[in-house]
Structures are given as C-alpha cells and as structure tokens.
C-alpha cells in the first residue's frame, strides 16, 4: 500500500490522527511545525518525538514536497515555476518581485486547468483537470520558501490556474495552514483570494472569519456585456453578485478589490467608466485596471498602453482608488491569463 502523503494535513487533522493512534494530540502541533514551519520532510530529524514514535510514522506516512519540472525567468526578475504533480499534471506559480517597495508577491493555483471557461483566459481553454490537494496549495509556498528562503514573498494571491472557491474546502484549508503562526504566519490582509464570481461561496467565504482579501474580476459593468465573456455570470448574475461582495466587505471590514482587464474595443469607452463606477459605488474598494494579455487563438486584442491610461484616468475621480497595472512576465508567458499547458498524444507539454 502506498504510504499516505502528510502534506496539507491540518493542525486539527493531525491532532486527531494521534489521537487515533494512542499519542497525545499536542504531538499534533509539535509534527505540524516539522512541516509547515521547519519544512523537514524526514521523521527521523524530528527530534523532539521519540524514537519509536518517528518509526511508526515513517512505517505509515511520508512528507512529500511538490516536484519541479521546469522554471523560467522574465527579464524584469518575474519567475515562473512549472510542478508536475504525482499524477503528471502540471500546474504553475509565479513569484513577482517588486524591487521598489522591497517585496515580491506569489501567484498560487489552486486547480489544475477550470471549468469556468471564461473565453479570454487560455486556463480556460483546458477545462478542468482536478483540484489541487491542500498539500499542492501550501506546497507552492512550501517550496519557494525553501529554494529562496522564509521572507522571499510578502504577499499571496490566488490568482493563478483555476477557480479558487470552485475548491472551496481545500482553499479554506490551506487559507488556514497559511495564516495559522505555527503554519506558515502569513497575515490575512497580505492573502488575496480572486474570483470570477462564485456568488454563494463569496458569502460563505465572509461568514468563516478569515478575513483575507477577496477580488472580483469583474471585467464588464453589465450583466448583458458580462455573460459575453465570463460564462459563469449565467448561473450568478451582476445584481446578487455585487450584494455578495458588499456582504464581503461589511463582514470583513475591508474594501475589496475589482479586477477590469481592459479588452480592446469590447468594454474601454466612456460608457463603460460610467456603468462601472455606478456599479461599485457605496462599496469600499480599489480598481484594478489591467490590460489584457492576448492569448493565441483567442479572439481578443490588447488596447493601446495610452487607452489604458486614459480609462484609468477617467476611472480616477469617479472610484475611490484606481490602480493601473503593466502587466508582468510577459516574455516567459507569466503574466496573468497566460497559464496553460497544451495537450499532445504522449501527455502535455507546456506552452513556453
Ligand atoms: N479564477 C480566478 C483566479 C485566476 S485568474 C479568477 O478568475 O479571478 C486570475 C486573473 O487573471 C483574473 O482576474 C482573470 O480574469 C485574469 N485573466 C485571465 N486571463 C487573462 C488575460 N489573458 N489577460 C489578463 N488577465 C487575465
Ligand atoms: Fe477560470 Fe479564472 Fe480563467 Fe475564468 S479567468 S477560466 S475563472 S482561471
């Protein structure tokens, strides 16, 4: 029988697993620390359990890291690092420096490919493969801190492959080795959480407590213009979507923040300005304004860097913060929207 991998086990799950096996739970604690915070894979280094104790769970269970298949490096110091899973699927995380204000954000996944389809993302064209285990959430995380050391990233948002509340439990778990002091200590307000708009589970995501950040890609200001592009606004429409991040913000006591990839020709007039600050008014929160990455074989076109400024511009007086974002890791096929693995007859093969 295959030994069970320890990985994105929760400090409750492993208090009951010694429970189970005759031991005091606070050797829960004492292991989680081994994983999350020392990051030691071997049981016999655990000094601090006896012998015996190491033994037994060496017979049983093993501490399994994510496997790197590849990384790349941007120009502008954007990395990218391609795992593949025990399975052979593969996912990517991008670490993003931002050498000005001395910090770097991680990009995590937290699905192999997604089912929600949304026509301009090329993560959407794989639909979904399966969700990733709590251990292939944290273990992006795990293992950057171990190549580059514990303050090589400040900030964590779930913005890479799949829909992050489309792996409800998971994400909530692995929310929770994150923030948890014996876990891996990050605070909440530096967690972001991105969505294409899972109305229930925006909701469900307020009432736990957890208090980290939540972004909306929203896109388009209208439900008419925003089922063209994002098929899930079917199944949750604008109206009870935006009540449910106003519920996000008043639960959590923190502005939220609404993601606008600027397409070409498709939601970048005047008329777009205005439906969309009509749309967030009253709701405390921060616009990002993004221009879109062209994916191949995707019928969308990037705007001109001077139309991304004039929306932000006109966006400005009528938002209560508007940031416009030049897009990272362009040239190693990094950048938001650009994470996907093409399949082939021997299995897949990645696009850069
Ligand atoms: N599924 C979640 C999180 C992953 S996508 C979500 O949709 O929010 C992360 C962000 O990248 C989202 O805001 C998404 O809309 C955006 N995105 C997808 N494709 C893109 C592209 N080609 N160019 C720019 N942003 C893109
Ligand atoms: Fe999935 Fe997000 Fe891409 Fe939409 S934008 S297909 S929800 S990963």
């Not at 204000?101 to 937290?110: D, G, H, K, L, Q």
């Not at 050391?149 to 799949?162: K, R, T, W």
Request: glycine share 8%; net charge neutral.
């Amino acid at each position: 029988m295959p030994k069970e991998n320890l990985l994105g086990y929760t400090r409750p799950q492993l208090e009951s697993m010694f429970a189970e096996m005759g031991e005091k739970p606070f050797r829960g604690r004492q292991l989680y620390k081994w994983i999350y915070q020392v990051r030691q894979n071997d049981f016999a280094a655990m000094t601090d359990l006896s012998r015996p104790l190491r033994d037994r769970l060496a017979e049983r269970f093993v501490i399994e890291p994510l496997q790197l298949d590849h990384r790349a490096r941007s120009e502008d110091g954007t990395e990218k690092f391609l795992f593949r899973l025990a399975d052979n699927h593969p996912v990517e995380t991008v670490l993003i420096p931002d050498t000005e204000r001395e910090r770097a954000t991680v990009c995590i996944s937290s699905q192999a490919g997604c089912a929600l389809a949304c026509r301009f993302c090329a993560t959407g064209t794989m639909g979904l493969i399966r969700d990733l285990t709590v251990g292939e959430i944290v273990g992006q995380l795990l293992y950057l801190r171990h190549l580059y050391g514990n303050d090589c990233f400040s900030n964590v948002v779930f913005m890479g492959m799949g829909e992050p509340l489309n792996n409800y439990q998971n994400v909530v778990d692995s929310l929770q080795i994150m923030l948890d002091e014996l876990g891996l200590g990050l605070g909440a307000k530096r967690i972001t959480v991105s969505t294409s708009g899972v109305t229930p589970k925006i909701r469900k995501l307020a009432d736990t407590g957890l208090k980290v950040r939540l972004a909306l890609s929203l896109h388009a200001a209208t439900q008419e213009k925003r089922v063209r592009i994002m098929p899930i606004a079917e199944t949750f429409g604008l109206e009870k979507l935006i009540e449910s991040v106003r519920y996000y913000a008043n639960q959590t006591r923190d502005r939220v923040t609404f993601e606008y990839v600027l397409i070409d020709g498709f939601n970048d007039t005047m008329d777009d300005v205005l439906a969309l600050s009509r749309l967030i008014e009253g709701i405390p929160c921060k616009i990002n304004v993004l221009a879109y990455n062209p994916v191949p074989g995707l019928p969308f076109e990037r705007p001109t860097d001077d139309k991304v400024d004039w929306f932000g511009r006109q966006l400005y007086p009528r938002a209560p913060a508007v940031t416009v974002r030049k897009s990272r890791g362009r040239d190693i096929d990094a950048a938001c929207g650009q994470l996907a693995a093409r399949k082939n007859g021997r299995g897949v093969v990645y696009e850069s």
